[in-house]
């Protein structure tokens, strides 16, 4: 059992890192919010495997509440996005530069 | 045991690797999905059944449904032209592969697992064997409303918040408002 304990670690650094790559190549807006949700993930995975081996508890407590705020940052994602579509913009990043300055 | 560990590990990278280089935005959406399945088969192994449960729900079920939605109603602007191995993807994938090697390191040297699995120094009281004797979701609940009560009260006011500003975005705006 011990011995797994670097795997799950290391395997939330990847998928951490796998979601920053995809936050910053890609250019569709939906897929950098599917990859910040990635790490969130991420984060959630190694909260929760040290809330295992160090016999604690509040690893699960703020996993279950960073659950909770990626499903509201998800509401508001979402919202934000149609908005952005509907007002005559495509979904791609690199097109909204109107704050650049 | 470990043989689990390695299959959910593998399908959870995939769904990763799945989520950034699809083409086709309704592909990465399920990707995610698989990469969520995957996690909630890890979180079971690391006994924590109510949160594998959650995320199958809230995440699998929930959040990713509303993502294909979006999808399927964005679909028109859903498309993308990749940059299939741009200099930045380039660069960005070394960056990913030196995070994760250096992370690699650190915890394979720095942090010493003791020999009954557990963490030198700093162990509390919630062994596994004593959560599952008590139940799982009887200790995250009671942790949640005494200890965690200030974080928990928190996030409910951020679900609200959350509620009313996605009410307020998607309002329809006439013109002259």
């Given amino acids: ?101 | 045991m470990t043989v689990v560990f390695g299959i959910a590990a593998v399908v959870a990278f995939l769904g990763a690797l799945g989520v950034v280089l699809s083409r086709r935005t309704l592909y990465s959406a399920l990707s995610l999905v698989l990469n969520m399945a995957a996690l909630a088969v890890l979180f079971l192994l690391l006994d924590a059944q109510f949160l594998a449960a959650v995320q199958i729900i809230v995440y699998a079920g929930a959040v990713m449904v509303l993502f294909v939605f979006i999808i399927a109603l964005l679909a028109p602007a859903a498309e993308e032209r990749i940059p299939r191995l741009e200099w930045r993807v380039l660069l960005g994938g070394l960056a990913a592969i030196g995070f994760t090697v250096v992370v690699g390191r650190l915890t394979l040297n720095g942090i010493t697992v003791g020999a009954n699995g557990h963490l030198h120094g700093g162990l509390g009281p919630f062994s596994p064997q004593l959560v599952n004797a008590h139940g799982q979701v009887q200790t995250l609940g009671e942790q949640l409303f005494t200890t965690f009560l200030l974080p928990f009260e928190l996030t409910s006011l951020l679900l609200l918040v959350a509620a009313v500003g996605a009410v307020y975005l998607s309002r329809h705006r006439r013109a002259g408002e």
Avoid at chain 1, 60 to 76: G, N, P, R, T
């Fill in chain 1, 1 to 101: 059992m011990s011995g797994l304990f670097p795997g799950f670690l290391i395997l939330s650094a990847a998928l951490f890192a796998v979601g920053a790559l995809g936050v910053m190549v890609r250019r569709n807006l939906l897929v950098v919010f599917m990859s910040i949700e990635l790490m969130l993930n991420a984060g959630n995975l190694a909260l929760i495997t040290f809330a295992r081996y160090t016999d604690t508890m509040a690893g699960q407590v703020f996993a279950l509440i960073v659950i909770a705020v990626a499903a509201s940052e998800v509401v508001v994602g979402l919202a934000l996005i149609t908005g952005v579509y509907r007002s005559g913009r495509g979904l791609d990043v690199d097109e909204m530069s109107e704050m650049r300055e």
